[in-house]
């Protein structure tokens, strides 16, 4: 090992980190310069994430360790699960960026903290993806809290506060539950990595209760931020923050990490085939069921296209926690790969869902009559990732629904086609209705605090439209081209084999 | 265990206690200079300070008889890893507050009839520095009253600068209490002295008996320092002492002086009592501080001043130390537990000088702490806000702090030692913590239009109130050097479970 190889896990969250330090403390008029190093640091990260996606397939080690307390490391290690989460964060976090620096033009609210915090936020969540043991994981898993709170609460106002309050509410308390849970498990088997195939095998004879407390502590208090039903309420909530701000929670930050955690969980802590033993797998598929479903009922009800989107994530990323309750190689395909395909399609839809606010001043969905005419690139990206969502083939979505039935079937719990089946319904049920009225209505004259057409030059700002019809570009093409060299399938593929030793 | 000093006949650290008092002394004919001599003080402290912690962290634990006087007769001063460890976290805090306090007491041009003359806050609190590093250094268990004494005195001294009515009365029943304390410790070690026939603490350790007369001494000192720690119920004076005093003073008191008197009691405990400390009696105090981390909490939900909120954590944050006794009692945890006091004292140290002079730079600015109207506080004094939000991070215990890491150390403990509502206890006590910080953010960082009457602030208070909280936030990344020092010499090594000495 390098020394550049053992420093990288380290470089690349300061590409972040540093920047975000630097920006508070940059004046709030130097507009200019701290777009500069915004996107500076996003493409540097970009380039090294590139650098480590490479080395990782061709065998190299990158791995940091700095002592934290006695007996306990900080690890940050890059295997090829990390790197699935560490490049869907970085692209994302580039166009992300391009995308506020425009949404928060006029913003009367400080730019210098928003940017700051986002900064941090893109840290944690590189952290998180790099975590390479249990205590790692928890520090950066609370410090996306807590840079998260901020930038909920962004604009000052009192609904925001409010949802601020809430937000905390649930991740602090879900934060605590985790912190206890990994003290336990430290306590009875010490401070072990994240090792594919799971460390607790040795353990089962004289812990077994004790690792099955463990594992429902760890799962509520990952579940959470992942928004798994019951504990779910923030989320809703906390779609008043800016446009930005949910894409990057709703994508690859705040409900991403809970995912993720559970994944890291299931397969490089206890091993899925240990946990299937201690018969924790069916709970964790049923809780997820349980979530896909409601959450998909809960956005039909919603008029609010923010408060739909919302509901229709409580939803679509207990997939992931689905294909990780299942034991076999497809199911656990399905679930990791729409940690990706998730990302890139939600991101999509809440940067057209900010374009549309922002250019029209429409926020709920009965008043999206005839919009296709006015933004047709923002909904042309709309309709794609919507029918990605749904599960229409060849969109991103539909590879994920399809492998996790597989793996349903095979595994022998057909219930599983039967949930996918009824969300898929679902789905459809609550998103070709917007796509209807978008395409296919005539244009309602505007009401008030709505604006009406611009005429000439592009329908948004370059900076607004580009970042979803790229994203819808990416959630199209690692559709079309699944089995293509290097797709999030074809990635996921690999940390299976690894997983399964297959 | 005590390794010879090659100083020794030339014993330049006892310059820790000279220095202060020499300054006091000098203060007293040029009253004009006062700060500048306090300042001076401060850096050759700090200075001696660093380097006794490199002598001790190199050579292990010293000591020195004062003007050659061997034990009986003369008075000993010893440095091991612990004490060393308090003088220098004693000398970082404090010469951050005495920076703080320079640009607090500066001459103002209008004659302010609300703030105390400077002349009188420099000398006393060189005295209470002198008191705090000789307490630090002594070895037997009568020094360790007189300057219990002396610190006491100054403390109240200094509680009362302001002259104000509320400020009177608080430092009267301050003083009260502090004699009591003292009292009764000064009882206690007049029973051990008449039972052993000594007083150091090295002898007292080698000699000590389970017998009634030590029974009745641990009792009787443990009472009184307590008391003076403001452990439940026994913390009724501190609140309004803390919120009454000026800015650096409550800061002084919150940070250093009740860590003093726990620190005794640590000594005493692990050091000298060992046999006489069993589980049974380690027990009340754990149970006390179990209740204060929750009554502090409750209280400090309810505080209608800044202040009071600020004194109030200060209770609860204590009730955590006390945790140790019971957690250390168990054979498996001692070690763990007792890192986890030591790195709480000095997180704790660090977090809450920052939270005070925050919030004296609120009452500054404002001309009022009161909580409900110090909405948008953050737009007026950013600096500030900032530290007191970095601090609220480590009063929390949440990722990256040396609140962290204490609170890890304290959760792993209390499983190891299967002291399970203890851990509650802590965990708890974090969320309630978060509650009661959140609610002074909450309303600090909301966005307001309406401009508040706020008063300048000189740059060096608001900087030297971050500059304390970004140490609390270092802390979470230094642990293993940190610990590694503390670990130096106390004869409880030899028992620890924890990690080898780095």
């Known amino acids: 090992m390098t020394t550049f190889d053992a420093l990288m896990p380290l470089l690349i969250p300061l590409t972040s980190l540093i920047p975000g330090v630097i920006i508070f403390m940059l004046p709030e008029e130097r507009r200019t310069v701290r777009t500069a190093l915004n996107l500076g640091a996003a493409g540097v990260k970009l380039g090294l994430v590139a650098v480590m996606v490479w080395g990782v397939l061709h065998g190299h080690v990158y791995e940091t360790r700095l002592p934290l307390l006695p007996g306990f490391q900080l690890v940050l290690a890059a295997d090829a699960l990390s790197v699935l989460l560490v490049a869907l964060s970085s692209v994302l976090w580039f166009v992300t960026t391009l995308y506020a620096v425009a949404y928060l033009e006029h913003a009367p609210q400080s730019r210098s903290r928003f940017f700051g915090f986002f900064s941090l936020c893109v840290t944690s969540t590189i952290g998180i993806a790099l975590a390479g043991n249990l205590i790692t994981f928890l520090i950066f898993y609370e410090m996306l809290t807590l840079t998260t709170y901020p930038l909920v609460v962004h604009r000052g106002t009192p609904e925001s506060m409010r949802a601020g309050k809430i937000y905390l509410a649930y991740t602090i308390g879900g934060g605590a539950l985790f912190l206890a849970a990994t003290a336990w498990l430290t306590v009875l088997v010490g401070p072990l990595d994240f090792t594919q195939g799971g460390m607790l095998g040795g353990y089962a004879d004289r812990y077994a209760g004790q690792l099955r407390v463990i594992f429902f502590m760890l799962i509520a208090g990952l579940g959470v931020k992942a928004a798994l039903v019951p504990l779910h309420g923030w989320l809703p909530q906390a779609m008043i923050a800016p446009a930005p701000v949910s894409a990057l929670l709703h994508a690859v930050a705040v409900v991403k990490a809970g995912a993720f955690g559970i994944v890291r969980v299931v397969y490089d802590v206890y091993g899925i085939r240990f946990a299937a033993e201690l018969g924790l797998l069916q709970p964790l598929a049923l809780i997820a069921a349980v979530t896909i479903v409601y959450g998909s009922v809960m956005a039909l009800l919603q008029d609010d296209l923010k408060k739909r989107l919302a509901f229709s994530t409580v939803s679509q990323v207990s997939y992931i926690a689905l294909g990780a309750g299942i034991l076999g190689p497809l199911a656990t395909l399905g679930g990791m790969v729409h940690l990706v395909h998730q990302g890139l399609m939600k991101i999509t839809l809440f940067f057209c869902a900010g374009n549309l606010a922002e250019s029209t001043g429409i926020h709920s969905i009965r008043r999206m009559a005839g919009v296709g005419r006015r933004l047709p690139l923002t909904m042309g990206a709309f309709t794609l990732a919507a029918f990605g969502m749904i599960g229409v083939p060849p969109m991103a979505g539909f590879i994920s629904k399809w492998y996790i039935g597989l793996g349903g079937v095979a595994a022998g719990e057909s219930w599983v086609i039967a949930v996918l089946a009824a969300s898929t319904a679902l789905n459809a049920a609550y998103f070709l209705p917007i796509l209807h009225l978008v395409w296919f209505k005539e244009p309602e004259p505007p009401e008030a605090g709505e604006r009406p057409q611009r005429r000439g030059g592009l329908e948004v700002h370059w900076m607004l439209l580009l970042p979803p019809v790229l994203t819808a570009l990416l959630a199209l093409t690692s559709g079309l081209l699944a089995g293509a060299y290097l797709s999030p399938l074809w990635w996921t593929r690999l940390i299976v084999a690894r997983e399964y030793q297959l | ?502």
């Open chain 2, 1 to 502: 265990m005590i390794a010879p000093d090659p100083t020794i006949g030339d014993p330049w650290w006892v310059w820790v206690i000279a220095g202060p008092l020499a300054a006091a002394c000098a203060m007293a004919v040029f009253r004009k200079l006062s700060a500048a001599f306090g300042l001076l003080a401060g850096l050759i402290i700090a200075g001696l300070a660093a380097r006794l912690i490199l002598l001790v962290a190199e050579a292990g634990a010293v000591k020195t008889e004062i003007g050659g006087w061997a034990a009986p007769l003369g008075i000993e001063l010893m440095a091991d890893g612990l004490s060393a460890g308090m003088l220098g976290i004693t000398a970082l805090v404090g010469m951050i507050i005495s920076i703080y306090a320079a640009a607090y007491f500066r001459p103002h041009d209008g004659a302010d009839p609300s703030n105390p003359p400077p002349t009188l806050f420099w000398p006393l609190w060189m005295f209470l520095w002198a008191a705090l590093n000789a307490l630090f250094l002594s070895a037997d268990i009568f020094n360790m009253y007189v300057t219990l004494e002396l610190m006491g005195l100054s403390a109240v001294a200094l509680t009362a600068l302001s002259r104000e009515p509320a400020a009177v009365s608080a430092a009267l029943r301050y003083l009260l209490v502090s004699l009591l304390g003292s009292l009764s410790y000064l009882m206690g070690v007049a029973l051990l002295y008449g039972a052993f026939g000594t007083l150091g603490l090295a002898s007292l350790a080698a000699e000590l008996t389970p017998a009634p007369a030590a029974l009745a001494a641990l009792a009787l000192m443990s009472a009184g320092l307590m008391m003076k720690a403001a452990l439940f119920p026994l913390h009724f004076w501190l609140p309004p002492a803390h919120a009454a005093a000026p800015a650096p003073v409550s800061a002084l008191l919150s940070a250093l002086v009740v860590k003093a008197s726990f620190y005794l009691l640590l000594r005493l405990w692990f050091d000298a009592f060992g046999p006489a400390a069993t589980a049974a009696a380690a027990l009340i105090p754990g149970v006390l501080g179990a209740v204060a981390v929750l009554w502090g909490s409750v209280q400090a939900l309810s505080a209608q001043r800044l202040k009071m909120l600020v004194a109030y954590s200060t209770v609860a944050q204590l009730g955590y130390l006390f945790l140790v006794f019971p957690l250390a009692a168990a054979e498996g945890a001692r070690g763990t537990a007792w890192c986890a006091a030591i790195y709480f004292v000095i997180a704790h140290a660090c977090a809450k000088a920052a939270v005070f002079l925050a919030a004296g730079n609120v009452l500054i600015g404002f001309g009022h702490d009161r909580i409900e109207e110090l909405r948008g506080a953050v737009q007026d004094l950013p600096v500030s806000m900032f530290g007191f939000a970095v601090a609220g991070v480590s009063l929390i215990g949440l990722p990256p702090s040396g609140g962290f890491i204490a609170k890890w150390l304290f959760v792993t403990a209390a499983i190891d030692a299967g002291q399970w509502p203890l851990a509650a206890v802590v965990v708890a006590g974090g969320l309630l913590s978060t509650a009661y910080i959140f609610r002074f953010f909450s309303r600090a960082f909301a966005h307001v239009t309406e401009k508040h009457s706020c008063c300048r602030v000189h740059p060096a208070m608001e900087w030297s109130a971050l500059a304390l909280a970004l140490c609390a936030l270092a802390l979470g990344l230094t642990a293993p050097p940190v610990i590694g020092l503390f670990q130096v010499g106390p004869p409880l090594l030899e028992t620890a479970a924890m990690g080898g000495r780095p």
